[in-house]
């Protein structure tokens, strides 16, 4: 069914019509573009059907959408399967083999991911022309690409380190010795220790141990590290910042090295005395940019120690017995070691650790810019708005620790860091004329021009006499642009103005995407390329477990649309199914669990749907080929219009601020309502007045409003069942889809005056129904009520007594007799059974004698 909807409703079609045929100003919504690395999951799922429901939302209020869905087709997850099944190792390869083999992985499973996303009813132009693509383990990894392994064991060591140069309170403690004490969970980084780093604000004990050796540790950590190396004699007390000017010995080398202040100290991890090496970790790195700290780098791409070191250390992996080794080498200055469990970095695609290694990279000072881009945010909506305050510190958070954006990888597949350098000293030879001359060469040839063109045709003429150099002094750069630079800079190529109204990703987009794109575009263009920032939550199993192949929980949608091999395990759920469940979940929790149960929810509650739209449409045909009867509305029709009003409204509020999940409840809520009260007491007028009595003909008609409101409102998430259920509308002659009209809730039928009149009335009937306990037309029914119920009760019986108004409808008795006594505070309800039995045809009104129909019965009857 969905294939054929997908065809008759003009689904592939709609994202063009809409562009010819609604008026602006545009919605632009930005694609972050997914990885081209293999089959749609779960997340894409999520992802596409939010982007679609929210465009589908837009088009349905008549508003026009920018949505240019795209593609990231370069990077290492591409590469490293474009390779995996060759039987070819990177090195064996031409960089142009290798970017001709991840190209053609990238294209396949664009086109695979693309048949799929439309089969999903997602709203775009998915011709090649529709879309755009940004074409462009030993290297270094993006952070988004690290996973953390919380059951990591390491061989931790706690060091002391002599001090040379004391600082002036310690002077008396001359001549003895005076150690810091540092604790490190990677012994290997020992070699590459440049600094020891202190809490300014910390308390500091001076300590003597059973053999007169003094230690210095934080006053926080002292118990711990005496339960550690033995009984230690408090000497004195000193602040942090006292430590000022002192000097100590390298471990290995015997450098002499300073005491520096760092903001990062724990006081409740470790000695208070941090090991400081800039090479291999973040905060370390920032001492030596304060400090103005030449970063010293001892390790290769390899990971292993290179020629700078001492021989007996060279060659050594620092993931396998280095760290031993160096211990091993401190000997007596090792006071303790310990294994410990902890959270520690691995690579996504190895599941192994991974090292912090500072190498030649190309950077973009952030420095620059990150206070206007923390600024910038402060004008973005956050949804949803419960959030806002937690998303906004997050991006805030990442901006202002990050002092540098590496930009360069070491790969071959993406867009090549157009520098030369020279030879014979190394220096970097660029300018603004030759980049802009390279991306012209680039329009023409493609970006593979980096490898394949002849370098003197790549140099140019003009360079070459402006450096006055010969052409083999030079080589070209081999580092490629970094991926997340390739996307982030996509809004300055797929948007019309360069700003959007919404990005829409999921929550791991905080260290990426989010976070790339502000970047470039404060550069650029001095403002935020998007108005606001929708977050959601990402696919885990029952067991609230992250999916993954290597857990075997992964649940592939392509098989929940359109079932597994086995269809009693795997059955088919549909489109539709799918979209419900991305709706009802993905918008309220950071974990949208997926499972088998969670999607028959979603298929029960579609049922639900399905089955009032075929009452409804069942009823909407006025069953007659004469000219339409003017309706007449019951107080009862007008309490459904203006129900219909607010509900319309409440579902156009929710999907403005993109809250899906009360978009699924409150249509539910809504069905259910109307089924339960309205659905049930019309029958007797639908099927039993004359086809063409007026009151009839008032109630086809708000079943059809009825339907059409509903339809529309639950459109933008079950397109499918939207579509069906427009195309079996008595109405829709033509069979124009349901997106292509236009519509609006009339302001006439906001009157809430009616409501407390109806719901009076209804809630009345709760006590019939209570005290009759059985079929309640079987009774005339006493009503007393006092003044202030009188007043509504009787808009809706203007006789004292009568067995056809509409408060007998509402009620479904007989007859009624209303009475008024203001001595009472409640209502008081009396009923009688009838003496006679029911009219066979309509089972409403009593008959007059036995077999006999009933008044209203000959009537309808005489006139057909």
């Not at 109307?674 to 007028?685: A, F, N, P, V, W």
């Not at 719901?759 to 006590?767: G, H, I, S, T, V």
Request: charged letters at 25%.
């Amino acid at each position: 069914m969905d294939e054929y909807l997908l065809e008759k409703c003009g689904f592939a079609e709609l994202y063009n019509w809409q562009r010819e045929n609604l008026p602006g100003p545009d919605f632009i919504l930005h694609d972050g573009p997914p990885y081209a690395n293999g089959n749609p999951h779960m997340g894409h799922a999520i992802n596409k059907i939010l982007k679609d429901i929210t465009l589908r939302s837009k088009v349905m209020k008549g508003q026009r959408v920018h949505y240019v869905p795209g593609w990231d087709c370069h990077g290492l997850p591409i590469e490293y399967k474009a390779l995996s099944g060759s039987g070819a190792k990177a090195a064996e390869l031409s960089p142009l083999e290798i970017r001709r083999r991840a190209r053609e992985f990238a294209f396949k499973a664009v086109a695979k991911q693309r048949e799929v996303f439309a089969s999903w009813g997602i709203m775009a132009d998915w011709s090649e022309s529709g879309c755009y693509l940004t074409n462009r383990t030993e290297t270094a990894l993006a952070e988004a690409e690290l996973e953390y392994n919380e059951r990591h064991e390491s061989r931790c060591a706690t060091v002391r380190l002599l001090l040379v140069d004391l600082p002036s309170v310690l002077k008396d403690l001359a001549p003895k010795n005076v150690f810091a004490l540092i604790w490190t969970t990677t012994p290997w980084t020992l070699i590459a220790n440049q600094a020891i780093a202190y809490a300014k604000e910390a308390i500091y004990c001076i300590v003597e141990d059973s053999k007169g050796n003094l230690y210095i540790v934080i006053e926080e950590s002292l118990n711990n590290i005496i339960g550690k190396i033995g009984p230690l004699q408090l000497l004195r007390k000193i602040k942090g910042k006292e430590l000022t000017g002192g000097k100590y010995r390298h471990p290995v080398s015997d450098e002499v090295l300073p005491l520096l202040p760092g903001s990062h100290v724990s006081k409740s991890v470790g000695t208070g005395l941090v090991h400081t090496a800039p090479a291999h970790g973040v905060e370390d790195f920032l001492i030596a940019l304060e400090n103005k700290i030449q970063v010293l780098s001892l390790v290769d791409e390899g990971g292993k120690y290179t020629a700078d070191v001492d021989e007996k250390f060279r060659g050594l992996d620092v993931l396998g017995n280095a760290g031993d080794v160096i211990l091993q080498y401190i000997g007596e200055n090792v006071v303790h070691t310990e294994k410990i469990v902890h959270s520690y970095p691995y690579d996504w695609r190895t599941k192994k650790p991974v090292i912090l290694r500072a190498s030649q990279q190309w950077f973009v000072n952030t420095e620059k810019i990150k206070a206007e881009a923390v600024e910038a945010l402060s004008t973005v909506q956050m949804y949803p708005p419960s959030s806002r305050l937690s998303s906004v510190n997050t991006l805030s958070k990442q901006l202002e620790q990050r002092p540098y954006w590496c930009i360069s990888r070491q790969r071959v597949w993406g867009t090549p860091i157009p520098v030369l350098y020279a030879k014979s000293s190394g220096q970097v030879i660029t300018n603004k004329e030759w980049v802009e001359r390279l991306c012209r060469l680039t329009e023409k040839h493609g970006s593979d021009l980096w490898w394949e063109m002849p370098f003197e045709k790549l140099v140019g003429r003009k360079l070459l006499e402006e450096l006055r150099v010969d052409l083999s002094e030079l080589e070209r750069g081999n580092d490629i642009m970094d991926i997340w630079f390739d996307s982030g800079i996509s809004w300055s190529s797929v948007l019309p103005e360069g700003k959007a109204d919404l990005y829409l990703e999921g929550m791991d987009q905080f260290t990426g995407w989010f976070q790339s794109s502000l970047l470039t575009s404060i550069a650029l263009q001095g403002c935020a390329p998007y108005k606001a920032l929708f977050v959601h939550g990402f696919a885990v199993d029952e067991k609230n477990q992250k999916m993954s192949k290597s857990l075997g929980n992964i649940l592939d949608p392509v098989e929940v649309t359109k079932g597994g091999k086995d269809v009693n395990k795997k059955p088919a759920y549909g489109t539709d199914v799918l979209r419900w469940w991305v709706a009802s979940h993905g918008t309220q929790h950071s974990q949208v669990s997926a499972d088998r149960n969670v999607l028959q929810d979603s298929m029960d509650c579609l049922k639900k749907l399905r089955l009032i739209a075929r009452f409804l449409l069942g009823t909407s045909y006025p069953y007659s080929t004469e000219e339409p009867t003017e309706p007449l509305y019951s107080l009862l029709d007008q309490y459904v219009l203006h129900k219909l009003y607010c509900y319309s409204k409440e579902m156009e509020d929710f999907y403005d601020v993109y809250q899906y999940h009360h978009v699924c409840k409150t249509a539910l809520n809504f069905v259910t309502e109307i089924s339960s009260t309205y659905c049930h007491l019309i029958k007797d007028r639908v099927y039993c007045d004359k086809v063409d009595d007026p009151y009839r003909a008032g109630a086809v008609e708000v079943v059809g409003e009825v339907l059409t409101v509903l339809a529309r409102s639950i459109a933008p998430i079950v397109p499918n069942l939207a579509e069906e259920i427009w195309l079996h509308f008595p109405e829709n002659l033509t069979s124009v889809p349901l997106f292509h009209m236009r519509y609006r809730v009339p302001e006439t039928w906001n009157q809430p005056h009616i409501v407390d009149i109806v719901n009076c009335a209804l809630d009345l009937r709760k006590e019939v129904v209570k005290i009759a306990s059985t079929n309640t037309w079987n009774f005339d029914a006493t009503v007393t009520v006092n003044a202030n119920r009188f007043s509504l009760l009787s808009k809706l019986q203007n006789d004292e007594q009568s067995s056809e108004s509409e408060l007998c409808d509402l009620l479904q008795v007989s007859s009624v007799l209303l009475l008024k006594d203001n001595s009472i505070s409640e209502v008081k309800v009396d009923l009688k059974q009838l003496s006679t039995s029911l009219c066979e045809r309509c089972r409403r009104h009593p008959e007059p004698e036995p077999d006999a129909l009933c008044a209203r019965c000959e009537r309808v009857l005489a006139q057909a």
